[in-house]
């Protein structure tokens, strides 16, 4: 562990200062290996019990070290970087305005990415539905929640770590993901109610999932030398970006979904990663066959009227699965439709 | 030192295994706890050129068996005295790097006499460093490598405890595998075996100082 958290800027001072542990853990967390990343539950649990620091404290501050070294690796490739952005960075914001959720069924891919999230979790963090722990568990990211998120903010939050500052900027944010070489960190606004930091941070690592690492994985397997070009160590070529179209990696993807047209409107493909993003984050926070089961559990409104079994099935699945109104009303009106109740011609 | 404080053998090869193995991320963590204060305890009581050196040289000894730990082969001897030779020889290493930074601030004076009872050095590199100061010819030099080629491995680590100064008669015993012999046992069987290693080697000196 001490040659792997010597990569990271001040790494040794700052995990003992975030676990809080004496000298002599933090002696022996340098000694043991570092965790596998097939093996990362089982290698966390194993060391945290041995220094005795709580586990999913300690996942989550090698997380912020891993990722803290790979981001100020981007400091040495600066120069390297194209003038027409950053290659090889993803950065997905999630912004104040309004938004609109998906209201169907995510799709079966989405579903799974949604379950694997909290199996790689251990049993207690799925017990008490805790998203930021799941995500710190079963992906290669940090979460820092940050009051009043802007970018002048988590600039100051990176430059304080020896990571180099993002050079693009938009307006306030609820959550920022910001993803290098297989590394990733979530900034989150400290205050937001429960439900909406929930929210944020599932969508982010929705993010994250579809876009960034799922792309990567599939280079990986079918176009290893693109690697190269996604995490910005060379520009890509022409030939990289035909192999590029072929492996169905689209190169520009990892660039950066902030884009708005200059009326502040989302750019459609924009949009359609938002859609896929909020997709995963209802799935994984308020689980499809869950939800069908709660919902039909539901005693039925007296008299029956569909915006009372509406209203009384979005509340439910608030306060179940810990969502904010908005997004338990599309899930709840999902989930009827899937059970058959749909609107009467007049409430339509 | 005593061998009652030293770690349970069967332990240390246990924890040998699952380092080796890299399954537990906190073997090397277990494995260090137990070496570090045993090799300590053990340079404690040994007379050395530079005991100062000593903490930081038994660290880099144990990173380098965590590190690479297939190079020690258990057949070969226990794993403390597989350490103890490794610091041992870093020791000599550094005590050489500053006789030779002395003379060369110096040349002509404090030059180390052989056998001198300045540094503790192995007998072997104390029979080699002779041949080496008296400037004689190769052939003599590979005479007395070959001579000190024949010793067993085992009178190798103990020609290795007797040059850096150990008096304890602990990590003797652990190389000659008789630490759980009653003291009085060890203490006779191992000056015994002191006796004949030093016998062998002033005939090894003797051979050398001859004419070819």
């Known amino acids: ?348 | 030192m005593s061998s009652r404080d030293d770690p349970d053998p069967a332990r240390l090869r246990e924890l040998h295994e699952a380092v080796v193995a890299g399954e537990d991320p906190t073997a090397p963590a277990k494995m260090a706890e137990l070496l570090l204060p045993a090799l300590l305890r053990r340079f404690a009581s040994a007379r050395l050129p530079d005991p100062h050196s000593v903490e930081s040289l038994i660290g880099l000894s144990v990173a380098r068996y965590l590190a690479e730990p297939e190079r020690y082969q258990p057949e070969r001897g226990p794993l403390l005295a597989y350490l103890w030779q490794d610091v041992a020889g870093d020791l000599r290493n550094e005590w050489d790097a500053r006789v030779r930074l002395r003379q060369h601030e110096s040349p002509g004076s404090d030059v180390v006499e052989l056998g001198s009872d300045d540094r503790n050095l192995s007998v072997e590199e104390e029979v080699l460093d002779a041949v080496d100061r008296f400037d004689v010819s190769s052939a003599i030099l590979q005479r007395a490598r070959d001579e000190l080629g024949q010793f067993s491995e085992q009178d190798r680590q103990l020609i290795e405890l007797l040059g850096a100064g150990v008096r304890d008669t602990g990590p003797y015993a652990e190389v000659l595998g008789i630490a759980h012999l009653p003291s009085s046992a060890q203490a006779r069987e191992v000056n015994r075996h002191k006796d004949r290693l030093r016998k062998r080697l002033g005939v090894i000196r003797g051979k050398l100082s001859r004419p070819e």
């Open chain 1, 1 to 348: 562990m001490a040659g792997w958290l010597s990569a990271t800027p001040d790494g040794e001072r700052r995990i003992q200062a975030s676990l809080k542990m004496s000298d002599a853990s933090l002696h022996r967390l340098l000694v043991c290996r570092a965790p596998r990343p097939n093996r990362f539950l089982a290698d966390v649990s194993t060391i945290a019990a041995y220094v005795g620091v709580e586990r999913t404290a300690l996942a989550a501050a090698l997380r912020e070290a891993t990722v803290l070294a790979a981001l100020g690796s981007r400091e040495m490739s600066r120069s390297e970087e194209a003038d027409d952005g950053l290659v090889g960075l993803l950065a997905a914001a999630r912004d104040t305005a309004a938004e609109q959720l998906p209201d169907s069924e995510a799709a079966t891919a989405v579903r799974e990415l949604a379950q694997s999230t909290w199996q790689a979790a251990p049993p207690e963090v799925r017990d008490r539905r805790d998203v930021q722990a799941a995500l710190v568990w079963a992906s290669p990211v940090a979460v820092v929640s940050l009051p009043q998120l802007q970018f002048a903010m988590v600039n100051r939050w990176l430059v304080d770590r020896g990571a180099p500052p993002l050079p693009d900027s938009i307006g306030d944010l609820r959550g920022l993901l910001v993803a290098w070489r297989s590394q990733a960190v979530i900034f989150v606004d400290g205050t937001l109610p429960e439900a909406d930091f929930r929210l944020t941070l599932a969508h982010e690592h929705g993010h994250l999932l579809l876009d960034y690492l799922v792309p990567r994985q599939r280079v990986l397997r079918e176009e290893p030398a693109l690697l190269e070009v996604l995490d910005g160590r060379r520009r890509p070529t022409n030939a990289d970006r035909a192999r590029a179209a072929l492996a169905r990696a689209p190169l520009g993807l990892h660039t950066h979904l902030l884009h708005r047209h200059n009326d502040g409107g989302a750019a459609e493909t924009t949009i359609r990663v938002e859609d896929s993003a909020s997709s995963y984050a209802l799935e994984l926070l308020a689980p499809w066959e869950e939800l069908l089961t709660l919902l039909r559990g539901q005693p039925q409104p007296q008299p029956v009227s569909y915006p009372k079994r509406l209203a009384a099935a979005a509340e439910a699945a608030a306060d179940h699965f810990n969502l904010p109104p908005d997004a338990a009303e599309v899930r709840a009106r999902a989930g009827l439709t899937a059970l058959g109740i749909r609107p009467g011609f007049f409430n339509r």
